[in-house]
């Protein structure tokens, strides 16, 4: 009974030291990195292993146990090295991962052989936490994300680009089509202008006829916003403006013939 006693004194002290040290650790670091993410559950996991292993010394048992362990320790180390080998693996591979970064969290990814988009989450000592547009948690090992092709939205310059392409009529009017859709795009709140200084007598959004199509001409303008986060909803909004104003002009966007069917 004294036994129990201590280990539960003893559980509740580390349960203690890893609240002070989460506690911490937040009024320490207030930004939220891969690699401090990384460190943080390194060194909860040596705490709570640290704790475990003094709690677990309130018995007598375990004590004679360690004792055989040690003795044996060539064996043993064997044994556990086998047996933790993946283990190990995601352990290195999330080192890796926060030192190299080839994400942050918050980063928009897309894990190209696993045909997975998503926000990267978390990082722990095993696995990679990956958001879904769903709202759902992917948990990948590390040693697996680590081999991935990552295409990654914010890596070095976080601007997205995404075309706005529209279809005309031939009956319509091509060169005030294509000032509407610069105009709209131009002014939308989001939009981001990408020309450098030496570029600045360069039109703000470029439109272009990219092709003379069997139902008509064929317009597209790209529309860059700071992040690819809004730029699905700056893409919607440019697009309802368009529609909006070339209603007001009398152009027509073309229909095909099989949807007018």
């Excluded at 709570?48 to 004590?63: D, E, P, V």
């Excluded at 043993?76 to 969290?105: R, Y």
Aim: hydrophobic share 50%; net charge neutral.
């Amino acid at each position: 009974m004294w036994e129990l006693g201590r280990f539960g004194v003893k559980i509740l002290l580390t349960l203690l030291g890893t609240k002070i040290f989460r506690v911490i650790w937040r009024r320490t670091f207030t930004a939220d990195t891969i690699h401090l993410k990384f460190v943080k559950n390194v060194l909860s996991a040596l705490i709570w292993g640290a704790g475990l292993a003094f709690a677990l010394s309130s018995f007598s048992l375990f004590q004679d146990i360690a004792v055989a362990f040690f003795a044996g320790s060539g064996i043993a180390a064997l044994a556990i090295g086998l047996a933790a080998q993946e283990s190990l693996s995601n352990a290195f591979n999330g080192l890796f991962i926060s030192i190299f970064k080839p994400f942050e969290v918050g980063d928009r990814v897309h894990l190209v052989n696993a045909n997975l988009t998503g926000f990267i989450e978390d990082i722990t000592l095993r696995h990679t936490v990956i958001r879904t547009f769903m709202n759902s948690r992917v948990i990948i090992p590390n040693s697996v994300i680590n081999k991935e092709l990552i295409e990654n939205s914010n890596f070095c310059n976080p601007q997205a680009s995404a075309f706005v392409d529209v279809i005309i009529t031939y009956d319509s009017d091509v060169p005030r089509a294509c000032e509407i859709l610069a105009d709209v795009i131009g002014n939308h709140p989001d939009f981001v202008d990408t020309r450098t200084p030496e570029k600045m007598s360069a039109p703000k959004v470029p439109v272009f006829v990219r092709a003379i199509g069997l139902h008509g001409a064929e317009l597209r303008a790209s529309m860059w916003t700071e992040t690819i986060t809004n730029n699905f909803a700056a893409c919607s909004d440019a697009r309802i403006g368009i529609i909006r104003e070339f209603e007001k002009n009398g152009i027509k966007i073309a229909v095909s013939k099989f949807l007018s069917t």
